[in-house]
């Protein structure tokens, strides 16, 4: 009897690597040809039908790129969700666009423009011989088709109004009209003068989606058959699992795309998407945690690129609660009590810079001159007591449940802030709920202290500075519920002017208010970081966080 | 037989009844509107109202339960507020996602897990029976997301030898019939793609299964110890029967009942609770579908999605009692 388990045993082991070596074989070609490099990767290229006629140069590659989540929706204007925008930057184009890694405007479908005087009536020349990928003409028409189609929509629709200030018929519209006057002009007219308008224009949702397309289709199915101008053209989506898109041989820009095929797939765990791309079945991955940076900086194959920063992370106080966080001079002190360079040390790899204002130093009308108000616990004591708080004070301190690219833990950051709170003689009481109640009560101004954050849309600082700490903005996205009257004045006028050094200095002055009254404690901009393999190149984040990858390439 | 079948089948209505009234009330109790969640973090509270009216969500609860059961017994399982789609047209995909995936891991689970729990009772309190019964129970409290990574890191980073995630290679194109990618490709007839869904299979079907393996190989074990006093076992043996034939013959069939047991609930729990390794695994299942339905407050998923697997739990579950009467003919339904 004591012998036979022995063979058993044995014989399972021996089943079992029969089993592992079957299943090995199968992947042993490509995988051995791609730690071969060269051509190993031409070998595994051939092994697929569809490129195996073409030579090796003239193959632009496939590019695999993994993320953590499917887009909710392929036609841009539905949606306000990031992984939409990134594939469809690839599929459609606005009338104009951003610089490679700015927001500055850039001409696009749009080759020219010109402002009137009064900021009221835009013209706008649009490049000639572009053609959607139904082989739709691109033309003044198919613009005004598209913004009528948006401006007669609602909110469940299209998120347009967030932009555009409603639809047709609506009070706060700024567009009043929008007309082809000839093959390739058209002009919008706006009710008052808008100044983000051209940065708006530029913003993946408002993607000129061919009119052909849409009647054939009707809103449902181009939503999952979009068609567009751009350099890729809609091939394959299967949710959760992958979007195929093709080079487009007809777009309009010479030479480009550079890539044959692009494929999204989802992988949501952080740790196995890295894992992904070091077994190379992936070449981009992007949401990396930054613990997990120095392994791939420690891989000779990979290599980390860096998305400019265009986010702020902060430790927010709702300044009309019955607490001590009402009177500024408290939150002053407790500026003083946040560890910001600890932070980033620890939690975001370094990759962070601290904030000392409302927005990121990329977008124009940023205040330099500002001093941060230095980490000093004594001082913060002090600075306590003078405010009638010597023995410190009682808060519920909120922090979000998910991974932010702004806050990526933010249960150890707020543990961090409640420890240095406590230096002073703060008590901080840590609390969370889920993500969409997070978001509902901070609206609605139900936490004391709570940790949040913000990517900019159109990269002006409107964006910013009226959208976070405005009055208007108090049940949208200022959770702080802070109303400064001097400030909404100053935000209004950035607003109708159009002259973009003035509205900077305007911007200035409007941070050194909320500098002055810190209803925040702005934390840091953090540079979120994907990684890939040593192969690709010309692959460059723009800070909106989504980009089409028609420069990228893949050496074989 | 038949009888009995149309009963249980008939008692599925008032099964499935509680659990839709169960479900639509938990998830109107959680905090946190679908509207809002629709329009994100930029919202405005205007468009939130709009949007709940456009969503029949500003309804009385009572009202907009009924018009979901009459869309339901129209077949009409709602459509997706986050996708805009209609349900019966998406989960499909995510339902066979998952149910090739539970096959696998079931395949697994109860192969090794049986024949674990066999030899650990035939050879009882020997090494191997130690070994077996420490490894059941490492298998039961492991967690699986770290077991998941670990196998990524072991098999696909350092050895290379199978496929991290996914259902297939992202740039492998499957027509999809069933959406079993399994069947899909024998349709096909393209056997590189078959083996590339096997080896596909593999990691997460292995993790998937370790806590079922172990439930089982437990179950198992218990289940013939107890058969293997039983007199007739005494009397094969005082036959002469060789112990092997006493064991799969004799003791295994008078002991499976509770094992069978133990596989359907186990084969229902892990439809339903993939959700894990669905997520380290890239795979785009029903567990995942449900799970970001949640986080979306996307009532009519949620709704649906658990309903239909509640629908296939109940049907396992009669699979297996249908099933003690094919094993043991002492088990009669009228």
Not at chain 1, 220 to 231: D, K, L, R
Not at chain 2, 200 to 216: F, N
Request: net charge negative; proline share 6%; with cysteine.
């Amino acid at each position: 009897m004591k012998r036979k388990p022995w063979l058993l045993l044995l014989l399972l082991t021996f089943m079992l690597s029969l089993v592992l070596i079957g299943c090995s074989n199968d992947e042993e070609e490509p995988e051995q040809s791609e730690e071969t490099e060269e051509p190993g990767e031409t070998k595994e290229e051939t092994e697929e039908p569809t490129e195996s006629e073409e030579p090796a140069e003239s193959t632009g590659g496939t590019l695999i790129y993994a993320r953590g989540g499917d887009s909710t929706a392929l036609d841009p204007i539905t949606t306000t969700e990031g992984e939409t925008f990134r594939v469809t930057e690839n599929i459609f184009e606005s009338l104009l666009t951003y610089g490679e890694q700015d927001t500055t405007i850039q001409p696009n479908l749009a080759k020219e423009w010109d402002v009137s005087d009064d900021g009221l009536t835009y013209t706008f020349t649009l490049e000639e011989g572009v053609k959607f990928h139904d082989g739709t003409d691109f033309n003044a028409e198919a613009v005004v088709y598209n913004f009528e189609r948006w401006m007669n929509g609602d909110a469940e629709q299209f998120p347009y109004y967030t932009m555009f200030g409603g639809y047709k018929g609506d009070e706060g519209h700024i567009i009043e009209s929008v007309e082809a006057t000839d093959e390739h002009t058209v002009v919008f007219t706006l009710k008052r003068p808008q100044a983000p308008f051209l940065k708006n224009l530029a913003m993946s949702p408002f993607g000129i989606a061919s009119p052909t397309a849409l009647e054939e289709m009707g809103a449902e199915e181009f939503n999952q058959n979009p068609v567009g101008t751009g350099p890729f053209k809609f091939v394959e989506w299967r949710r959760e699992e992958r979007i195929v898109l093709e080079k487009n041989p007809d777009y309009w820009k010479e030479g480009l795309p550079k890539l044959d095929e692009v494929i999204y797939t989802v992988i949501p765990d952080n740790s196995a998407r890295l894992n992904a791309l070091m077994t190379g079945e992936v070449d981009l991955i992007d949401g990396l945690n930054p613990s997990d940076i120095q392994r791939v900086e420690d891989d000779p194959n990979l290599q980390i690129i860096e998305r400019p920063s265009m986010n702020v992370g902060y430790l927010g106080f709702t300044v009309n609660r019955d607490n001590p966080l009402s009177d500024p001079a408290v939150r002053v002190a407790l500026s003083h009590a946040v560890p910001k360079k600890d932070l980033i040390e620890a939690f975001y790899a370094g990759y962070a810079e601290p904030a000392k204002t409302v927005m990121p130093p990329s977008v124009e009308g940023y205040n330099d001159e500002i001093e941060d108000y230095a980490y000093d616990p004594e001082l913060a004591k002090e600075l306590l007591a003078e405010a009638g708080y010597p023995d410190g004070f009682e808060i519920d301190l909120w922090y979000m449940p998910v991974p932010r690219p702004y806050i990526p833990e933010g249960e150890k950051i707020a543990e961090v802030i409640q420890q240095s709170f406590a230096q002073v003689g703060v008590t901080a009481n840590l609390q969370t709920t889920d993500w969409a109640s997070y978001i509902e009560q901070a609206t609605a101004g139900e936490f004391d202290a709570f940790l949040l954050g913000w990517t900019g849309d159109n990269g002006d600082a409107d964006n910013f500075i009226y959208t976070l700490l405005d009055k208007d903005s108090i049940g949208s996205n200022n959770n702080t519920h802070y109303a400064n009257d001097e400030l909404h004045d100053i935000l209004i006028e950035a607003q109708t002017i159009t002259d973009q050094e003035q509205r900077n200095e305007l911007y200035k002055q409007a941070q050194e208010i909320i500098h002055k009254d810190a209803p925040w404690v702005p934390l840091v901009h953090s540079t979120p970081v994907v990684a890939a393999k040593k192969s690709v190149s010309g692959y460059v984040p723009h800070p909106t966080g989504s980009e089409a990858v028609t420069n990228t390439s893949i050496s074989e | 037989m038949g009888a009995y079948t149309i009963r249980r089948i008939l008692l599925l209505i008032p099964v499935l009844f509680g659990v839709s009234v169960l479900v639509f009330s938990i998830i109107h109790l959680i905090p946190g509107n679908p509207a809002q969640v629709i329009l994100g973090q930029r919202a405005t509270a205007d468009a939130i109202l709009e949007v709940e009216k456009q969503l029949g969500l500003d309804q009385p609860l009572l009202l907009q339960y009924f018009t979901y059961m009459g869309d339901l017994f129209t077949g009409d399982l709602g459509t997706s507020l986050k996708t805009k789609t209609p349900i019966s047209e998406e989960i499909w995909g995510y339902l066979a996602a998952t149910m090739e995936l539970t096959f696998v891991a079931m395949l697994i689970a109860i192969f090794v897990g049986v024949n674990a729990g066999i030899i650990s009772a035939w050879f009882h309190n020997s090494w191997f029976d130690y070994i077996a019964m420490v490894i059941a129970l490492i298998g039961v409290s492991i967690p699986i997301f770290w077991l998941g990574l670990m196998e990524q890191y072991i098999f696909s980073v350092k050895l290379g030898w199978l496929p991290s995630t996914g259902r297939t290679d992202p740039s492998t194109t499957i027509d999809t019939v069933t959406n079993f990618y399994l069947i899909d490709t024998l349709l096909q007839g393209d056997f590189k793609a078959f083996k590339e869904v096997v080896s596909h299979l593999i990691l997460p079907g292995v993790a998937l299964a370790t806590i079922p393996m172990a439930i089982i190989a437990r179950m198992t074990r218990a289940s013939m110890l107890e058969v293997m006093k039983a007199d007739y076992i005494r009397t094969a043996r005082a036959k002469g029967l060789s112990s092997f034939w006493v064991v799969y013959k004799h003791s295994l069939r008078n002991a499976v009942i509770p094992v069978l047991t133990v596989i359907g609930l186990q084969t229902g729990l892990l439809l339903g609770g993939a959700i894990l390794t669905e997520t380290i695994f890239g795979w785009p299942g029903i567990g995942r579908y449900i799970y970001d339905a949640i986080e979306a407050r996307d009532y009519p998923v949620i709704q649906s999605g658990i309903l239909i697997i509640a629908t296939i739990f109940v049907f396992i579950n009669l699979i297996v009692d249908l099933l003690y009467a094919a094993v043991d003919p002492r088990i009669k339904y009228k």
